[in-house]
């Protein structure tokens, strides 16, 4: 079982590294992609906590924003975690995620709901990467809401008059950092990223030029129509086709393994790396 797409703590997942990788080893999990958001953070703990049958794959879920504005993200994976320029660009996602919290509270606080920062980084595991989930678990914390998924619904959508984005590079500037670092590029859940907005064809066609690897075709926020034109445009572009749970613990109804990737399509990302980067016990 090939799962490419996972979070921790390290990001707005529940589970440490640890935890993940000892659930990937009981649930028959062979190959590992660690994804956290706009973070290496989790490497070292999941790689010190691998043991045999499991092999892992570095990697990070990086925020990316189009010109339009959408919200786009990009799996970078096996890429050098050391690579300055890459480095430089997770951490200013990671910072601009501050300053864009402190205004999605604001609007909330203008809306009526009592919330603080302080809330929001009680509720974030200490150098996670802050998120929407964070402000969810505080509201949930202070009774506004019921549940992450209530705090989404009524309040965090990307629609909701709450709503402020952070800034991010462009996807296609994301995919030539991950490339230049030696990783593979594999763009996620791109029409739930996009739902509500006609699929552009061009945007992947733009995006495999700047040298995309990869569509995560199989996606639980994906319908079987989104997959079929999706998989399409990957036959046509020459791209592998992915399949991943996006797997947050218990922050999401994702479960581990619930989408796959076929070994074949993971071959044809693997020696897309410069080098091998896949980290086995
Ligand atoms: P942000 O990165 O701060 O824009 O927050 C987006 C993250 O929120 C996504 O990566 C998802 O993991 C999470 N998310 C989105 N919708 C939901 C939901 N309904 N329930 C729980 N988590 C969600
Ligand atoms: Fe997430
Ligand atoms: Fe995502
Ligand atoms: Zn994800």
Redo the contacts with the bound molecule.
């Keep these: 079982m090939i799962d490419l797409h996972t ?1 921790t703590s390290c ?3 529940t589970d440490s590294p640890l935890i993940l990788v000892n659930k990937a080893l009981s649930q028959g999990v062979k190959v590992l992609g660690l994804t956290d ?2 973070s290496t953070q989790g490497w070292d703990e999941a790689k010190r906590s691998l043991r045999a049958g499991l092999q892992l794959v570095p990697g990070a ?1 990086i ?1 990316c924003l189009t010109k339009e504005g959408l ?1 786009v ?1 990009m799996l970078g994976l096996l890429f050098d975690g050391e690579n300055p320029a890459i480095i430089k660009m997770l951490a200013e996602i990671k910072d601009n ?1 501050v300053p ?2 402190l205004k999605i509270i604001e609007l909330l606080n203008a809306a009526g709901f009592e919330i603080t920062f302080a809330d929001v980084e009680a509720a974030k595991p200490a150098g996670a ?8 678990d505080a509201l949930v914390k202070l009774g506004v809401v019921n ?3 209530e ?3 009524d309040l ?3 629609d909701s008059p709450y709503y402020v ?2 800034l991010a590079p462009l996807p296609a500037d994301a995919i030539r950092q991950i490339r230049a670092a030696g990783g593979v590029a594999v763009i996620a859940h791109p029409s739930s990223s996009l739902r509500g907005r006609s699929l552009d064809v061009d945007s992947f066609a733009d995006m495999a030029i700047a040298g995309l690897n990869g569509i995560e075709v199989d996606h639980r926020d994906q319908d079987s129509r989104e997959r079929e034109v999706l998989r399409a445009v990957a036959r046509e572009l020459g791209l592998a086709v992915t399949g991943s749970s ?1 797997y ?1 613990g218990t ?3 994702n479960q581990l393994g619930e989408c796959t990737t076929d070994p074949a399509q993971w071959e044809m990302l693997e020696a897309g790396a410069d080098q091998r980067r896949v980290v086995t016990a």
């Design positions: 979070h990001s707005d997942g958001h706009d879920e925020s919200s993200h995620r864009r919290a990467t802050l998120g929407r989930p964070h402000i969810a549940s992450r998924d705090a989404f619904k965090l959508h990307n984005s952070h996006d947050h922050g999401k109804m």
